[in-house]
């Protein structure tokens, strides 16, 4: 019974060990695995969040935030006008000037328009040159002025003529144009032996 009972217990003994045996043997293996697949996902988890990061630097959301840059605004200064201190003439006024033409220093509008006398017109006289002749030789309307740099030895005036025009004259007798011409021109002197620029000279000029 003693020996019966003994090799019993020896092999409850042997079984226990080997239980344990098993046991010991499985548990390396079983955890280096969980271990080595944590570690794999530790490195996939981390290699997939450091893409994002690189690329949110250069995201649209980041351009977004981003202050744009602006150049600053030019302003232009007021600038002074060229005309300060000179003054014009009123509305109606027609200045006469001291111009050189072919003809040498004579009598003419602003704008280069040569005037001219009619030989018919006696001086302090009603203008005579009317209905077609009137039509190739207009008379010189407005309030004279002499130019500023222009000194006329004679005195100008007005006097009415055809239909109530008031004509400007000079030392007394009306003043013309010659319709047509183009500025500076002479043409009109010499026409029907009647007709004649005002000669001046340079002295007229200051």
Same mark, same amino acid.
């Given at each position: 019974?003693?020996?019966?009972?003994?090799?019993?217990?020896?092999?409850?003994?042997?079984?226990?060990?080997? #239980? *344990?045996?098993?046991?010991?043997?499985?548990?390396?293996?079983?955890?280096?695995?969980?271990?080595? /697949?944590?570690?794999? *996902?530790?490195?996939?988890?981390?290699?997939?969040?450091? !893409?994002?990061?690189?690329?949110?630097?250069?995201? +649209?959301?980041?351009?977004?935030?981003?202050?744009?840059?602006?150049? +600053?605004?030019?302003?232009?200064? @007021?600038? /002074?006008?060229?005309?300060?201190? &000179?003054?014009?003439? $009123?509305?109606?006024?027609?200045?006469?000037?001291?111009?050189?033409?072919? #003809?040498?220093? &004579?009598?003419?509008?602003?704008?280069?328009?040569?005037? %001219?006398? %009619?030989?018919?017109?006696?001086?302090?006289?009603? @203008?005579?040159?009317?209905?077609?002749?009137?039509?190739?030789?207009?008379?010189?309307?407005?309030? @004279?002025? !002499?130019?500023?740099?222009?000194?006329? @030895?004679?005195?100008?005036?007005? &006097?009415?003529?055809?239909?109530?025009?008031?004509?400007?004259?000079?030392?007394? %007798? +009306?003043? %013309?144009?010659?319709?047509?011409?183009? $500025?500076?021109?002479?043409?009109?002197?010499?026409?029907?032996?009647?007709?004649?620029? &005002? +000669?001046?000279?340079?002295?007229?000029?200051?």
């Amino acid at each position: 019974m003693r020996k019966s009972g003994w090799a019993v217990a020896t092999g409850l003994g042997s079984l226990v060990l080997l #239980l *344990a045996a098993c046991g010991g043997s499985s548990s390396p293996g079983s955890s280096s695995t969980p271990g080595a /697949a944590s570690s794999t *996902a530790t490195q996939g988890t981390s290699s997939s969040s450091s !893409a994002p990061a690189t690329s949110t630097s250069s995201s +649209p959301a980041s351009t977004a935030n981003a202050k744009p840059t602006t150049s +600053p605004k030019q302003t232009a200064e @007021p600038q /002074a006008s060229s005309n300060a201190g &000179v003054t014009f003439p $009123p509305i109606g006024t027609t200045v006469l000037i001291v111009q050189h033409s072919d #003809l040498g220093w &004579v009598m003419a509008e602003a704008n280069g328009q040569v005037v %001219y006398t %009619y030989a018919n017109d006696t001086k302090g006289g009603t @203008p005579t040159c009317t209905g077609s002749c009137a039509s190739v030789w207009a008379p010189v309307t407005g309030v @004279p002025k !002499a130019g500023p740099a222009d000194n006329f @030895p004679g005195t100008f005036g007005l &006097v009415t003529g055809a239909g109530g025009v008031k004509q400007i004259t000079y030392d007394g %007798y +009306p003043l %013309y144009l010659y319709r047509g011409a183009p $500025p500076l021109s002479t043409e009109g002197n010499g026409i029907g032996g009647v007709w004649h620029v &005002v +000669p001046l000279s340079a002295s007229d000029i200051s």
